[in-house]
């Protein structure tokens, strides 16, 4: 089994989840409103968001996935988990997540009303840009590192 996917079902206290979905060297990124009052306002960010209620880590994602691009996230595309601080809420635990996506899922995307817009971003620009939240960059980062 690959890292950490028997956290994608357990029942444990954390406050939300991010997931990296890749197709070839793209990543899937969304760019945040810019409202001054959201944490990292106009900064390019990944698919994810609050836990609702008693939802396990990939109940929590399949559902941001599904409100922000209307994807149906399946469970096996989901390729590795792992525990981290949270970045909104640094007592909690947040889940960082990477999955596979395909030219036909970024071919149905359809944007949700969270953020400003999407784009398939490629894996270096995200790892170097500036606009992209530094802990998302440093949690992908792991996840490259372990593959490589």
């Not at 981290?84 to 635990?93: A, E, F, L, T």
């Not at 995200?126 to 490259?144: C, H, M, N, T, W």
């Amino acid at each position: 089994m690959a890292e950490g996917l028997d956290l994608l079902h357990k029942q444990m206290d954390f406050s939300g989840c991010k997931i990296a979905l890749i197709c070839g060297d793209q990543l899937l990124t969304i760019l945040r409103d810019n409202i001054p009052t959201i944490p990292w306002p106009g900064m390019w960010e990944l698919p994810g968001g609050g836990r609702e209620s008693e939802e396990t880590p990939f109940e929590c994602v399949r559902r941001e996935v599904f409100e922000e691009l209307a994807l149906k996230l399946e469970e096996a595309a989901v390729i590795w988990a792992k525990e981290y601080q949270g970045m909104v809420n640094p007592d909690k635990i947040s889940i960082f997540m990477v999955g596979t996506i395909t030219q036909e899922d970024v071919a149905s995307i359809v944007f949700g009303d969270e953020g400003q817009a999407y784009q398939m971003m490629a894996v270096s620009d995200f790892l170097a840009s500036e606009k992209v939240i530094p802990q998302l960059q440093g949690r992908l980062r792991d996840y490259l590192e372990v593959q490589a």
